[in-house]
């Protein structure tokens, strides 16, 4: 029979991952307490939030999928990315470039199980916002054409206006 604190940490973390876009499990044994509260700030200002729950429940509250009990081995976090399923863990990585002692062991994203590379590969794709600024970057890009193309000829006629009339004061 579950205990009852262990019923509400899995109803916590069902709740945690409905709402999340992707979740990453990483290991991180040998970091300090500064350094944990360090990266649970980065992840927090991206959009996200840091478990530390028993491997066990957290497969209980992910629906036991096929897979995840092989990437839920050692002492593991849950980041759960909230905003976008990529800022929170590009902010991972980030982290992770100055701090070695972490390492993504795995995630699950759409009910699909990943694996390291695929996190991996997750953390280079562009997030929501730099998107979104490419998105509006193209979109101006043929007005902006547009616009030149079409003040080039009341431009060109005030040019050869000019050069008339110069040309006529030079004449006069």
Not at 110 to 128: F, M, Q, Y
Not at 147 to 166: D, E, I, M, S, Y
């Amino acid at each position: 029979m579950p205990s009852n604190k262990n019923v509400q940490v899995v109803a916590d973390l069902t709740q945690k991952a409905g709402k999340a876009s992707s979740i990453v499990f990483a290991k991180y044994t040998g970091l300090s307490v500064a350094q944990f509260t360090t990266l649970r700030q980065k992840i927090i200002a991206a959009g996200g939030e840091i478990v530390v729950a028993r491997n066990r429940l957290v497969n209980v509250a992910l629906g036991k999928p096929q897979g995840l009990i092989d990437v839920l081995e050692d002492q593991l976090f849950t980041l759960f990315s909230y905003e976008d399923a990529v800022s929170a863990v590009k902010a991972l990585y980030e982290f992770m470039k100055d701090n070695e002692l972490v390492q993504v062991k795995g995630g699950y994203l759409e009910e699909k199980v990943l694996t390291a590379a695929e996190v991996d590969r997750l953390s280079k794709i562009p997030g929501r916002l730099e998107l979104l600024g490419t998105l509006v970057r193209n979109l101006q890009g043929p007005a902006y054409g547009l616009r030149t193309v079409l003040n080039a000829g009341p431009q060109k006629l005030v040019f050869a206006l000019q050069a008339v009339a110069k040309q006529k004061e030079n004449n006069a």
